[in-house]
C-alpha cells in the first residue's frame, strides 16, 4: 500500500517537470521547445494533418545540427516531422513522411543529376574502353569501377539492402587489383592508361567537361550538412568562436585543416544563417578543390611520364561520374583525393 502514495508522487513530479523542460531554452539556443512546437504547428502541411486527426501532437527535439525537429505523432505512430532553425525561426524542411527514405527528395534535380552522371559513364568507357581487346584487365578495371554506379542508383532510389551488398564486389576486385599492382615488379613496357583520342581532342574534351562540371554545381547542386559544417567551421575561425565546445548541438564536425581551407571562400561569401539552400562558400570551395585535383593530375601525369598522360588522367577524373556527383553535392570530400594527388606531385618533384 506504501507503494501507492510514491507511485503517485512520481507520476505528478514528471507531470510537473515536463512542461518547464518545454519551457526552458537549451544551451546556447534562441527559443524554446514550445516555441519550436509553436512555429511548426502553422505550417500548411502539419494543419491539414491536425485537421484531419484532432489527436495529432507535435514534441520538439534538439537536432544534431543545432536545429529544432518537430515531430508529430498520434495513436498509430508517427506522422510528420518539421526542421526549424532555432536562431531566425524559418521551417528549412517538412516532411510527410515518417522516416527518412534514401531518394526521392531532390525531384528534377536528382533525374538530371543522374542522366548527366550516365553520359559521363558513356564519355568514359567511349575513351578509355579498349573495344578491340576487350579481355584486357584495363577493360575489366574500368566496368569494375563504373559498376559501382548501380549501387549507387539503387540506393537512390530506396532499396539500401539491394544497394549495399552490390557494393562489395567491384571493391574487393578493386582492392585486390591494387594490390598486385603495387606489389608486384614494376613494368614499364606499356601505358597504363590508354585512348584513342589525341591531345587535342583531349585538351577541348577536358575544357567542356570543366566547364559543364562547374555549371552543373552551380544550376544543380545542393549544399547538406556536411558542406555546411565546414563553412560554419571557418566562420567560427573568422569570427573568433570557439570550434569545439561541449555542447552536441555545436557543428564542430571536422579538424581544424578543413575549416581552414573554407576560411578564404567564407571570408568572400560570409555565412549568414543555418539555411542549408544556397552557400556560395560551400560551392565555390568544392568547384576549387575539383579544379585543382584535376591540375595535380596534369603535372603529376607529366612527370611521370609525359603531358599525354597527364591529359588523360584529367580527362578520366572529369569524366567520371563519382567525382561529378561528390562535386555536385558541395561536400569536403574533394579534399582528400586534393592532398593526395599534391602528395604524390610533390614525391614526383626532381
Known sequence: MRALPIAIACALLLLLAAPAAAAERPPHFWHTAAQAVTIADKQPMVRRLAARDPSLRGRAHVADLGLWLVVYRDARGVKARVQVEDRTGDVLEQSPYAYPRTGGRLGSARVNAELIALALTIVLLGFFFDF???????????VALLSLGAAVALFDRGHPLVAVPLVY??????????????????????????????NRVLVVGLAALVFGRIAANLLIGGVGDVGYASV?????????????????????TY???????YLPFEHIWPLKNLVHGYL?????????????????LLILGSRLRDRRLGLML?????????????????????????????????????
Open 232 to 252: 560554419f567551421g571557418a566562420a567560427s575561425i573568422h569570427e573568433g568562436w570557439p570550434l569545439y565546445v561541449a555542447d552536441h548541438a555545436h557543428l564542430d
Open 255 to 261: 579538424g581544424p585543416i578543413t575549416y581552414l581551407a
Open 280 to 296: 556560395p562558400a560551400a560551392h565555390a570551395a568544392a568547384i576549387t578543390f575539383d579544379v585543382l585535383t584535376m591540375l595535380g
Open 169 to 198: 564486389p567491384p571493391l574487393v576486385y578493386l582492392g585486390a587489383r591494387l594490390a598486385w599492382l603495387g606489389f608486384r615488379r614494376a613494368d614499364r613496357s606499356g601505358s597504363p592508361l590508354g585512348t584513342w583520342a589525341g
Open 132 to 142: 578491340r581487346r576487350p579481355l584486357r584487365w584495363r577493360n575489366a578495371d574500368l
Open 314 to 350: 584529367a580527362f578520366a577524373w572529369a569524366a567520371c561520374p563519382f567525382t561529378f556527383l561528390t562535386l555536385i553535392a558541395n561536400t569536403n570530400d574533394g579534399l582528400v583525393p586534393l592532398f593526395v594527388v599534391a602528395a604524390l606531385v610533390a614525391f614526383s618533384s626532381p
